[in-house]
């Protein structure tokens, strides 16, 4: 499993996206452009169909777009009346990418501020990410994907990239936007001496101006306005590589592990004509177009120079005064530095090609081993939004407010992939279920080879083939969509789609009947009826299932099911792959199950191949190769940790860090799993929690569009995201457009489990300050006293071991554990909560002889705050501690004069009423261990 993970480094197509292939990547950066003059494309260059394809595998578009602080991303979360059936409240959420702006305030340095305004505003549009995932494709005909799709542009489309791209490397490109006279508007661009016309299209938008929305320009303005965003800063002094933090490609690694990078028009041009073109006919038609231009350019450039003979010398800074000067006389310096950059003499190219060969022999190697659809949490489908589909009408609800979390659903794509799975042919095929229906069948020719990541279109398409099945077996929340969670409705959906196939139904039926017994009594029957199940159902017949916890409980529609986690292994070639469906009232979740039998060895030495060639290489491409290697090699080494690999390590040094820049983060791969957003939430919640932010604050913005990324009307979702609020009272006064507050969490979405994980990370692992630590600590006993959470919680045996690891080494020990036990005291004070206290105390009084060698010190300081007169007559302890609990009462015995003083009748009642209190809980002990026997 693990040497399987490393197919996801650079190889996996996304064929709906049909982007260019690796091996056609090779053979483009084999073709001479120019044969008189043997020229190659520069390997190492910004026209390399390589670097894009390494940025966009990268994911650092997608983390600029979607997270980036200088975005404001337009969302709202809305308590509405509603109930589930549960009397929790249901929630409106409603994201609207097309409303995204940039904040006005990003810089105090006035210029810089334009820029990164402009800069952003741009990214925007030119990425409307109008289904929350990275796209250049927008609704609105305005947008400049809209105008370079149009019938009658497509032909000259590839000047116009080849102009913007060319703008881009500071170079002036006369393609005029002339928009001066109403209804005539044009965009054009010729060669030097007028001769050719390389574009010639009218920017009009509608011929019938009474199709124009109120203050809309009846033209392309998003089209002009990218051109003039790039001529206004071609020779700008921030463009300048001797102006401090200018915007440049990285000149050294430690400049690009910085980011800025991400703020350049290089990366926002070659990161779109990376989505845009999708054919290897395409780009080679691109850098033909770029081809010419420049040397149109290069050829003229000379007599340009003629004109200004006693313009700047080329190492003179530009003022606005010289600009013009500085432009034309750098014109040959600029336009030879863009030539040489995108383009080589073959045979240097060749030899520069060569510093490639480890990627490419990389994925010959990984493709002989790829033997399940997916090899690593990342490329599991991941749940989302979607829309309501009319199977009647075979349309999508538009209507942004019913939209709903397909948790279960995509669940459900995760196991029929693993089903349709031909390993032989690397291939998704129903052709082994003659029975599918036609909307399953259908699907699996569109979506016929795995994927890297799960697209917004692929999860509403996968819609068509499980909603609104018209099924009284099968249960829906909500217009027939939204699956219910439990295994049974899973396995009626499952069936439908598969054509109810007898035997199948059969096994369904008897699962099914286990439903109407008060606990489950075979779940060996169960697995083994699932696994006959999976046998005929998948392509790949060596699949077996596992099930762990299973339990009857009831659905969010309060009916019976069955609810646990599934694993399912397959095998192919002597391997072993796996993934989890773990099934949850009201949830779904799908893992991936690492497999240590595999050797990684041969992976893992051709990734540091890859690390140490393009180590040697001082250029942008190398810094880009290397870094992605570098976190490709660090997923691998984190494929066993529960949730796949997460830099926690850079994120709590960004997020703690007053001065540090989140551009960081976006390089360390693609932040993309509720997971990685959910730690980022707790780290800001947990680091933050003694200071008081501004709204401006880079990281309140950051995590104010991490949170708006996840699917905030889903319960499940709310409880990853929101568990570290209850560390930081500030934390819903950071997000004004979230009508959700701890007390909402506390009281409604409350998880036990996750809070303890999250604790558990803080004081292990955050390595915070003292005074944060205590904060987090203070702040969480305050948010928990709501909704009657305290004393349940605060009995929890992690809780005490969390504690002690805090209060240890020694010096701190009793006056860390004084500190705790003070806090709780006036917490519950504060809060009405001094009934619990001492039921609280009594609990870690019996964990603290926890351990190879209790504590005295420890054991007596708990004891010494143990108030027996405030608990109840009948008191009993609500753990079950089995043998443990006679080694207390020897100990107890043993050390009686540490506990209680012969001369003080209320110290030997209390010695003798906790005694009492454990010889209880020995004898329902003893008499639980007899009714099993």
């Not at 191949?609 to 290489?617: A, G, P």
Request: with cysteine; glycine share 4%.
């Amino acid at each position: 499993m693990k040497l399987l993970y490393a197919l996801k480094l650079l190889f996996m197509i996304d064929a709906m996206s049909a982007r260019i292939e690796l091996n056609e990547i090779m053979a483009i950066e084999e073709i001479v452009f120019d044969k008189e003059k043997g020229l190659v494309i520069n390997p190492h260059g910004p026209l390399s169909p390589l670097r894009g394809y390494i940025l966009y595998k990268g994911g650092y578009m997608y983390n600029k777009r979607l997270h980036a602080p200088e975005i404001d991303t337009m969302y709202t979360l809305k308590k509405t009346d509603k109930l589930t059936e549960y009397k929790d409240p249901i929630y409106e959420y409603i994201k609207k990418p097309a409303n995204d702006i940039a904040y006005t305030d990003i810089s105090i340095e006035k210029a810089r501020n334009k820029y990164l305004v402009r800069f952003h505003t741009q990214l925007i549009k030119m990425f409307p990410c109008a289904d929350g995932s990275l796209s250049i494709v927008a609704g609105r005909p305005d947008a400049i994907t809209s105008f370079l799709t149009k019938k009658e542009v497509l032909p000259e489309s590839m000047y116009i990239l080849a102009a913007l791209f060319l703008m881009s490397e500071q170079v002036d490109i006369p393609i005029i936007a002339e928009v001066k006279e109403e209804g005539q508007e044009r965009l054009a661009l010729k060669s030097m001496d007028e001769n050719r016309t390389y574009v010639d299209q009218s920017l009009v938008l509608y011929e019938d101006s009474k199709q124009l929305k109120d203050e809309e320009k009846n033209y392309h303005t998003e089209t002009a306005g990218v051109i003039s965003f790039l001529r206004s800063y071609i020779g700008d002094r921030l463009m300048h590589p001797s102006t401090k933090n200018a915007f440049i490609e990285p000149t050294n690694y430690e400049q690009f592990l910085t980011g800025e990078f991400l703020n350049t028009p290089q990366f926002l041009l070659q990161s779109y004509i990376f989505e845009f073109i999708d054919t290897p006919k395409k780009y080679i038609e691109f850098v033909e177009s770029v081809y010419t231009l420049l040397t149109d350019q290069i050829v003229h450039a000379e007599l340009s120079t003629d004109k200004y003979p006693d313009s700047p010398s080329s190492s003179e800074m530009p003022t606005n005064r010289n600009l013009t000067l500085y432009k034309v006389k750098n014109s040959k310096k600029v336009l030879k530095k863009a030539f040489d950059r995108c383009f080589i003499d073959r045979q240097v190219g060749m030899a520069r090609l060569e510093l490639n060969a480890p990627i490419y022999k990389l994925k010959e190697w990984v493709d002989r081993f790829r033997t399940f659809p997916f090899n690593d949490s990342t490329q599991l489908p991941a749940y989302t939004r979607v829309q309501l589909y009319k199977r009647k009408d075979d349309e999508f609800e538009k209507e942004e407010t019913k939209k709903y979390s397909n948790c279960v659903e995509t669940a459900l794509l995760g196991i029929l992939c693993a089903l349709a799975y031909n390993p032989m042919e690397n291939i998704y095929t129903t052709d082994h279920i003659p029975t599918a229906s036609a909307n399953l069948q259908e699907f699996f020719k569109n979506y016929n080879t795995p994927l890297e990541t799960t697209d917004q279109k692929m999860h509403q398409e996968w819609c068509r083939a499980v909603a609104d099945l018209g099924k009284d077996c099968i249960v829906y929340k909500t217009e027939n969509n939204e699956i219910v969670s439990g295994l049974v409705n899973i396995l009626y959906v499952l069936s439908e789609i598969t054509g109810n196939i007898p035997k199948v139904v059969e096994i369904v039926q008897f699962i099914e009947s286990m439903c109407a017994n008060e606990y489950l009594d075979n779940t060996n029957a169960i697995q083994e009826k699932i696994s006959e199940v999976f046998k005929l159902l998948s392509k790949n017949p060596e699949v077996w299932i596992i099930c762990d916890s299973l339990k009857l409980a009831k659905r969010s529609t309060k009916q019976t099911d069955i609810f646990g986690k599934i694993t399912v292994y397959y095998s192919y070639k002597n391997t072993e792959n796996g993934m989890f469906m773990d099934i949850r009232p009201g949830h779904a979740v799908l893992g991936i199950v690492a497999n240590n039998d595999f050797n990684t060895g041969a992976i893992k030495s051709k990734l540091k191949k890859i690390e140490q060639v393009y180590s040697t290489l001082p250029n942008y491409m190398g810094y880009i190769t290397k870094q992605y290697a570098s976190i490709e090699l660090a997923k691998i080494y984190h494929i066993e940790d529960e949730f796949g690999y997460i830099p926690k390590k850079q994120i709590r040094k960004y997020l703690s860090s007053e001065n540090s820049n989140v551009l960081e983060l976006f390089l360390l791969g693609k932040i993309y799993s509720l997971e990685c957003k959910a730690f980022i939430i707790w780290s800001f919640f947990s680091s933050t929690a003694s200071q008081s932010l501004p709204l401006t604050n880079p990281k309140v913005r950051f995590t104010k569009n991490i949170i708006g990324s996840t699917s905030l009307d889903d319960a499940a979702t709310r409880q990853g995201v929101f568990g570290a609020s209850v560390f930081n009272p500030r934390a819903e006064e950071y997000y004004p457009t979230i009508e959700y507050m701890t007390q909402d969490y506390i009281k409604h979405d409350f998880d036990s489990e996750i809070v303890l994980y999250i604790l558990k990370d803080v004081f292990t692992w955050s390595k915070y300050s003292e005074d944060v630590l205590i904060e987090c600590f203070v702040n969480m006993l305050n948010s928990i006293s709501y909704a009657n959470r305290f004393s349940s919680f605060l009995k929890r045996y992690q809780i005490y071991r969390i504690i002690l690891g805090f209060i240890k080494p020694e010096k701190y020990l009793l006056d860390r554990l004084a500190w705790i036990m003070d806090s709780v005291e006036k917490v519950s004070l504060e809060n009405h909560e001094t009934k619990h206290v001492d039921d609280i105390y009594i609990h870690w009084f019996i964990y603290s002889f926890d351990g190879y060698k209790a504590d005295l010190n420890i054991i007596m300081k708990i004891y010494d705050k143990i108030d027996y007169s405030n608990l109840m007559p009948n008191y009993k302890l609500s753990i079950n501690w089995g043998e443990y609990y006679f080694g207390i009462l020897t100990f107890l015995n043993e050390r009686k004069d540490k506990f209680c003083n012969k001369n003080n009748p209320q110290s030997i009642k209390k010695y003798e009423g906790i005694k009492s209190i454990i010889e209880s809980a020995v004898e329902n002990n003893s008499r639980r261990s007899n009714s099993t026997e």
